[in-house]
């Protein structure tokens, strides 16, 4: 069963104007959330993390998600987007009694000027 | 500081050969995970290695297997190549002496498999 889903495959939105994408998880136990950016041909780069505390988690280039456990989501958002933020945006979820990262699909932003 | 390296960066294999992917992680990182990533899709979780013995493993088959080296760099084998391993194949490096679930994965650039 799928246990991270992120709503949106793909989202195109133009420069300077704010895009948000959408997570959410399933879990009986209390859980650690991730998203993921991967640039083209690379890796994956830590975007933000919510571990515990305040649920609003912020990025230093911008972005900032939302912890929400009453609708189990963690939903990203920026404000204002780049053409450098092209890129694929992965969520992510660790529960507290698993070692393992479960991964959404991905959503894959375009940015047009 | 280095972070996670991963060789090679690219490789072809024909079906049925046996491949060995390798990961050095993060200075100072004691645990090694890796992951499959289909083209499209989202990382896949393999299995994670710490202290030399495999932790835990996701859902793939014995044909995947692993190796974790007293110095923490890690192995990962696939014998008897489909088509459809081929994908980029990531591996994370995180510090987990104890389940201390503070710390976050880093991850290489990946290993790109083709099989053919």
């Known amino acids: 069963a799928q246990s991270v889903t992120q709503l949106d495959s793909q989202v195109p939105v133009f420069e300077e104007a704010p895009v948000e994408l959408r997570c959410n998880y399933s879990s009986s136990v209390s859980v650690y959330l991730f998203w993921y950016v991967q640039y083209p041909n690379q890796g994956l780069q830590l975007l933000l993390k919510?571990?515990?505390?305040?649920?609003l988690v912020e990025s230093i280039n911008g972005f900032e998600a939302e912890f929400n456990k009453s609708q189990t989501s963690f939903h990203l958002r920026k404000p204002s987007v780049h053409i450098s933020d092209t890129a694929e945006y992965f969520c992510?979820?660790?529960?507290?009694?698993?070692?393992?990262?479960?991964f959404g699909a991905g959503t894959t932003v375009t940015v047009r000027a | 500081d280095a972070g996670v390296t991963q060789s090679p960066t690219h490789l072809i294999k024909t079906r049925g050969q046996q491949v060995t992917l390798r990961c050095s992680p993060k200075?100072?990182?004691?645990?090694v995970s890796w992951y499959q990533q289909a083209l499209g899709q989202g990382p896949q979780f393999i299995f994670q290695y710490y202290e030399e013995e495999e932790r835990q493993r996701g859902n793939f088959p014995d044909r995947f297997s692993g190796h974790q080296f007293p110095n923490y760099s890690s192995e990962l084998n696939v014998n008897a190549l489909l088509l459809g391993d081929s994908a980029l194949y990531l591996c994370?490096?995180?510090?987990?002496?104890?389940?201390?679930?503070?710390?976050?994965?880093?991850f290489g650039q990946g290993t790109r498999l083709t099989v053919v």
């Open positions: 919510y571990l515990s505390g305040s649920t």
């Open positions: 200075s100072g990182h004691d645990t």
């Open positions: 994370a490096s995180s510090l987990v002496g104890l389940p201390r679930w503070d710390t976050e994965a880093f």
């Open positions: 992510a979820v660790r529960r507290s009694n698993d070692y393992k990262l479960s």
